[in-house]
């Protein structure tokens, strides 16, 4: 049995740096901004084409109680728009509003909305503030927690970012009541990541919750969502800029952003993680780490979830390509991610050409 969860705070060199808010409605994020005293600032929701026809309105409206100047940014939904033009039509909309240092960008939305609202925040008049209103699984498992952000440039993810804290991340849990099926389970990619590195207990009770999981039931997705917060938070908190143990997370992204890239953002991101843990996982049980019953265990956890296990068509030679320009990429070498068991992630430098060649062809067998 898990705990149940409201706030977590999450430091940054042993001082309070914010709060991690979980919530089921709304209102009671205007607390949160009086915590932060920001009734005289102008604040800019940015947000989706998507997000925006479900959740604007009503949001603006409330935080219109509140002060008086709320404005919004849409920009088109997907992959495709998170880049550095997008980026400067936010700062063009910015200046023409007169938003200065003391104001405040609110991102609400999925993982690409959070990611390029906080890159905007870091570099707009050298910093300006802005809080993490996560709707997605993924993005409130993920991407909302830990000050990673950024943009795609051209055809490689997230090579332009920076890190860059957040003043508050709210998490309104009822939003994913709202979420598409495949969309939900998404998220389930990097969750059971959370459980693989650093949480075997945390593994199991995915599995034996799954039905509820998967039925968005409230006091579990409460659970479920706390934990791996508290998972996420531990890590970023050790390693804030990923010069050791926060590489852990990239579990499963070292091949997953190259598969991601190769099938041009057909699969959800959180497919192409789970992708990326196969093959992982593979490399794991090849190094004598994994027995082949933990293995298939994996393997039948993320087919549970209804995530995929492996990728047709795949060009070998390309997916090296891309791994060779992956920005985790240290003197050469890749700092890929290999479980040691299940709930002990540990980094390799070593992976040779020929284990990541053998570990492609596995993601790419029919089952």
């Not at 901004?33 to 925006?52: G, M, P, Q």
């Not at 959070?114 to 996560?134: M, N, S, V």
């Not at 060779?324 to 068991?341: C, E, P, T, V, Y």
């Amino acid at each position: 049995m898990l705990d149940m969860y409201d706030r977590l705070e999450v430091k940054f060199q042993n001082k309070p740096c914010y709060d991690i808010v979980l919530k089921d409605s709304f209102p009671d994020f205007i607390a949160e901004l009086e915590a932060l005293n920001l009734k005289s600032r102008k604040l800019c929701i940015v947000t989706d084409s998507n997000v925006s026809s479900i959740y604007l309105k009503s949001l603006q409206e409330m935080l219109l109680s509140y002060t008086d100047k709320v404005v919004s940014f849409v920009f088109p939904a997907g992959e495709d728009n998170k880049n550095l033009e997008t980026v400067q039509n936010l700062y063009e909309f910015l200046i023409k509003e007169s938003f200065d240092r003391n104001d405040v960008l609110l991102a609400l939305g999925g993982g690409v909305v959070g990611d390029l609202t906080g890159y905007t925040a870091a570099t707009y008049l050298r910093g300006i503030r802005f809080l993490q209103i996560p709707t997605s699984l993924l993005a409130m498992v993920d991407s909302s927690i830990g000050g990673k952000t950024g943009v795609d440039f051209k055809a490689y993810k997230n090579m332009v970012g920076a890190f860059y804290m957040p003043s508050c991340v709210y998490m309104n849990l009822e939003c994913l009541k709202s979420l598409k099926e495949r969309v939900y389970l998404s998220g389930m990619g990097e969750i059971i990541k959370h459980g693989l590195i650093q949480d075997a207990a945390y593994y199991e009770w995915l599995k034996t919750n799954k039905d509820a999981i998967i039925g968005r039931d409230t006091k579990v997705l409460r659970q479920m969502v706390g934990r791996s917060c508290e998972i996420k938070r531990a890590v970023v908190e050790i390693d804030p800029h990923e010069q050791k143990e926060r590489a852990w997370l990239n579990f499963g992204h070292t091949i997953g952003h190259a598969v991601e890239k190769w099938m041009e953002f057909t699969l959800l991101h959180g497919e192409c993680v789970a992708i990326g843990m196969v093959a992982s996982s593979y490399l794991s049980y090849e190094r004598g780490y994994l027995t082949k019953e933990e293995l298939e265990d994996i393997l039948t956890t993320l087919e549970a979830f209804h995530l995929p296990i492996s990728v047709k068509k795949l060009n070998v030679s390309n997916i090296l390509e891309a791994l060779s320009r992956d920005k985790k990429m240290d003197a050469g070498q890749i700092k890929f991610i290999l479980l040691r068991s299940i709930g002990e992630a540990v980094i390799d430098t070593a992976v040779t050409r020929e284990e990541l060649i053998n570990a492609i062809e596995y993601i790419m067998l029919e089952r």
